[in-house]
């Protein structure tokens, strides 16, 4: 099993200020670890100037922000406090679908690495909320780990409409996937749909977004025992299946 790394969420210059979270796929926070730096960033700086957010449309409700950690790696996130995955917010009816918007941008990965990389080598993923470290909601757009989509290639044909067990591990840990014709429902209520008690559950889930012959599949994991609940490590911050070497 590959093992999990500290990874830097997001930078930004702001003159000779420099703010930086870490988010580690592990949940566990560094020292001096400010769990509000990623909604500082946002509310403070991009909605002053748009900078140093790639995209602030405070009309849509949402934010894209270029991550410093991978070349392409772009974080989706909205531009009010919404802590993460728990948040009622999220099953609002008027609630921005941001899963729709983060995909609608996944061109920006094929951008920075300078070559078109396919759809379904890409993903989307959000952490629970033990496997995050920053309060703030941001869905991360990036490559999928190439023995993630292997794996996936070879099961789509067994996964359907229903909430199904992939029965093969991924890094470990069991995940399920559901299909979904498209991204008219955002995923967000596609799980709380499948929850008993969606305000008491949501935040132990973990969800990762691929494309898919017939529309998506939809992975879940959630928080139990040592799975602190991190599709993050579904995704490969490096490329490295899909992009040159001398881009990486």
């Known amino acids: 099993m590959r093992r999990r790394h500290l990874h830097l969420a997001g930078a ?35 909605a002053v100037d748009g900078k140093p957010c790639t995209i602030y449309d405070a009309s849509a409700g949402y934010a894209l922000l270029h991550d ?3 070349r392409g790696q772009y974080l989706v996130i909205p531009t009010e406090k919404i802590p993460g995955i728990e948040s009622p917010a ?7 679908n941001y899963f729709a918007r983060a995909w609608a941008h996944r061109e920006y990965v094929s951008r920075a690495y300078g070559q ?3 759809d379904d080598d890409l993903s989307l993923e959000i952490n ?5 470290t920053q309060n703030q909601l941001h869905i991360h757009i990036d490559c999928l780990q190439p023995e993630v989509k292997q794996v996936l290639d070879r099961l789509d044909h067994g996964i359907d409409g229903t909430w199904r067990n992939l029965g093969e591990p991924l890094f470990g840990h069991q995940y399920r996937a559901i299909r979904l014709p498209d991204l008219k429902t955002s ?14 559950e949501m935040g132990r889930h973990t969800l990762l977004l691929v494309s898919s ?31 040159r070497p001398d881009m990486r």
Not at 90 to 96: G, R, V
């Open 187 to 200: 995923p967000f209520k596609v799980l709380a749909r499948d929850l008993q008690s969606p305000g008491d």
């Open 90 to 96: 999220l099953l609002a009816d008027d609630s921005p």
């Open 12 to 46: 930004a210059f702001i003159g000779t200020a420099v703010v930086v979270f870490a988010v580690l796929a592990g949940g566990w926070k560094t020292k001096g670890h400010d769990a509000d730096a990623l909604w500082k960033l946002v509310h403070n700086h991009c």
């Open 213 to 243: 012959p017939n529309g998506f599949l939809l992975l879940d994991d959630y928080t139990h025992g040592l799975d602190v609940g991190s599709a993050e490590e579904l995704q490969d911050h490096t490329c490295a299946g899909f992009v």
């Open 116 to 118: 078109p990389i396919p």
């Open 68 to 70: 410093r950690v991978g």
């Open 128 to 132: 629970s909320v033990r496997g995050r």
